[in-house]
């Protein structure tokens, strides 16, 4: 076990992580303002997928690909919160889970329809391919530096616009006490449509920045929306911050527990049974991890209210 | 008589008539298909326990559902390569039985969903909701992962197993297995919900402190209400796999969990037959629609999508008029 290896994984869990806090801050986001529990976010991210995958085979620019994306998982966040989701927030959760299932069967469906069952492929752009040279000797794919970078500074940007911008406030507000600022003369119903827009947005732009690392598929949304899930029942709904903690903690839980996991267990068993016991625990390490902060506090790290 | 008691007999009869229909035809397609509605019923039919009565809203019973069917399969793959399950001071052998292995089945799911809901129950709403899903996710990566039953590829069962004084391989005699086994968990069911334990299972979802305010402890209500869902949903898995002879991680895919759950509100919550209807519903809509298009599950979605949005009483609910008092 090398130390080049070592940072190397850390990285790689960083990435992870920091893709899944652009997932997880959008539903917690949503959760903390509307009190919904959106199913449908993964399909937003495999919305942004296509798209940058449709506009880069179009235009051949991977930063135009990125645009598209943004914009196409926000225009159709937007008319999906216009058209269903409004109707879903004075319902119970088992309501908002079951439309949102139903948006995920039509969005899937939908996809296929358009762009057929294969997976379409999204190139990483040529200036940002191979491999940097990091301090000490370390060989790094750029792509992957290049998206904790693209991760740090939106995680940057959105906790100065939720708690600097007049729009932010109004969104913080809005957690507290709907009603009241709605007495205040800010429009809820437009507030409640762009978060939720800015939500897919971030989803989207998630989509396609991973979806040059893997391939664009259908369904390639619910398992990173799972993940989302875990990360926000970790960090505790409704906070940005705690998404943020939760999702470097899963991200860096995955992907080292996949490596280590069977190296530790190789220490005093077989090899060849340590790597079964050791990567079927790694599939399950992040849900011990949910478990034991559970425990620990029932309202996730950073959460007020259950 | 109701007008539900009314729409439940005719769903009733359907179960009888339809499968006795296809005998008389020789159409043993039209049986199975049959038989997998009625699994698939009584497998939401577990969830409606934890759901309809305790409020319970589980994401996460594809787990229940994949530990009844890796019970079977299993037990039934030892039996088949005539190796024995476990070797120590004592040895544990495979069986191709089926009271044998439902009865394990029943004990995975319900000692499944006494850990779960030990760790899930701490927390409620929407807390509730994800981390179920997320210990559904946990068996799923696991049997993917855990390479002695077959991993991602699953576990094929060449015979289906054995009933004393059956012919199972005859689809109508399973099928009647199948059937009775719903009817008596209907019966339970029915029973559960008017018993003490039924009656302040409810309060404990309406108002929870008053319950508590009376000596009954909420949680524990609720955590026993999961653990018989968990038990009946695990035979249900039993059974669909027997139906395909076959097992893999898809049983604990999380669109398993969610189509258990869209029976439940397609056939109508809070009513008894509601799971039926719905699963009848689905694999009927799967049979003809599927053969139309392929993008059949994007028609189920805006189906679904109608019924949340405008229609809350599901199909029982059209046909028996407004719920009884359901919240």
Not at chain 1, 31 to 58: D, E, K, Q, R, T
Not at chain 2, 3 to 30: K, M, Q
Not at chain 2, 38 to 48: P, S, T
Not at chain 2, 203 to 212: D, F, G, N, T
Request: aromatic letters at 10%; glycine letters at 12%.
């Amino acid at each position: 076990m090398t130390t080049v290896l070592l940072v190397e994984q850390i990285l790689n869990g960083l990435q992870f992580g920091i893709m899944l806090f652009l997932m997880a801050a959008g539903l917690t986001l949503v959760f903390g303002v509307m009190g919904l529990i959106n199913l449908a976010h993964g399909s937003l991210y495999m919305i942004g997928a296509f798209a940058a995958a449709a506009v880069a085979a179009a235009t051949g620019s991977f930063v135009l690909a990125l645009a598209g994306a943004m914009a196409a998982a926000a225009m159709v966040g937007a008319l999906v919160e216009y058209t269903v989701i409004r109707r879903l927030y004075a319902r119970d959760h088992l309501d908002q889970v079951l439309a949102t299932f139903a948006l995920i069967l039509i969005f899937s469906e939908g996809t296929r329809w358009i762009f057929g069952s294969f997976p379409l492929f999204l190139d990483i752009p040529s200036a940002l391919a191979g491999p940097i040279t990091l301090p000490g000797g370390i060989e790094y794919p750029r792509y992957r530096l290049v998206l904790i970078v693209i991760g740090l500074a939106i995680a940057a940007g959105l906790a100065l616009f939720i708690s600097r911008t007049r729009v932010g406030i109004q969104i913080r507000a809005g957690e507290n006490d709907r009603e009241m600022i709605a007495a205040l003369g800010v429009d809820i119903s437009r507030l409640y449509t762009l978060v939720f827009a800015l939500g897919a947005a971030l989803a989207g732009l998630a989509g396609a920045l991973v979806g040059a690392i893997q391939s664009v598929q259908i369904g390639m949304g619910e398992p990173i929306l799972i993940l989302a899930f875990v990360v926000i029942v970790i960090g505790g709904i409704g906070s940005i911050r705690g998404a943020l903690v939760g999702s470097l903690l899963v991200g860096l839980t995955d992907t080292l527990g996949g490596i280590f996991l069977p190296e530790a267990f190789k220490l005093f068993m077989e090899p060849a049974a340590a790597t079964t016991v050791g990567s079927s625990l790694a599939s399950m390490a992040i849900y011990i991890l949910m478990a034991g902060v559970l425990i620990w506090r029932p309202t996730g790290l950073f959460g007020a209210r259950a | 008589m109701s007008r539900e008691s009314i729409v439940n007999a005719a769903l009733f009869a359907l179960l009888i008539a339809v499968p006795l229909g296809a005998l008389a035809t020789d159409e043993p397609f039209i049986i199975t298909l049959a038989t997998r509605a009625v699994i698939l019923a009584l497998a939401a039919v577990g969830l409606n326990i934890a759901l309809g009565i305790g409020g319970l809203v589980s994401l996460g019973h594809a787990a229940y559902f994949g530990i009844g069917g890796y019970a079977m399969g299993i037990l039934a793959f030892h039996a088949q390569s005539y190796t024995p399950l476990f070797e120590g001071p004592f040895v544990i052998e495979g069986t191709k039985l089926m009271p044998i292995i439902w009865l394990v089945a029943i004990c995975g799911g319900a000692l499944a969903a006494f850990v779960i809901g030990l760790l899930s129950l701490r927390t409620t709403g929407v807390y509730f909701i994800m981390i179920t899903l997320a210990f559904g996710q946990m068996f799923y990566f696991f049997t993917i992962s855990w390479p002695a039953y077959g991993g991602e590829d699953g576990l094929s069962i060449y015979v289906r197993n054995s009933f004393p004084g059956l012919n199972t391989l005859v689809p109508i005699q399973f099928y009647a297995v199948c059937f009775v086994l719903l009817c008596a968990v209907l019966w339970f069911n029915a029973r559960l919900a008017r018993a003490p334990f039924g009656l302040a299972l409810n309060a404990a979802r309406q108002v929870p402190h008053r319950v508590e305010a009376i000596g009954l402890d909420p949680v524990r209500l609720k955590l026993v209400a999961l653990v018989i869902s968990g038990a009946v949903t695990g035979l249900a898995g039993a059974l669909f796999a027997d139906l395909n002879r076959f097992v893999s991680p898809t049983m604990f895919s999380w669109q398993m969990s969610g189509e258990l759950m869209v029976f439940i509100i397609l056939g109508g919550t809070g009513r008894l037959f509601g799971p039926v209807a719905g699963a009848m519903l689905f694999v009927l809509l799967e049979y003809l629609l599927g053969g139309i298009s392929d993008y059949w599950l994007a028609f189920l979605g805006a189906l679904l999508l109608l019924v949340v949005l405008y229609g809350r009483g599901g199909l029982v609910g059209i046909f028996a008029g407004k719920a009884r008092n359901h919240d």
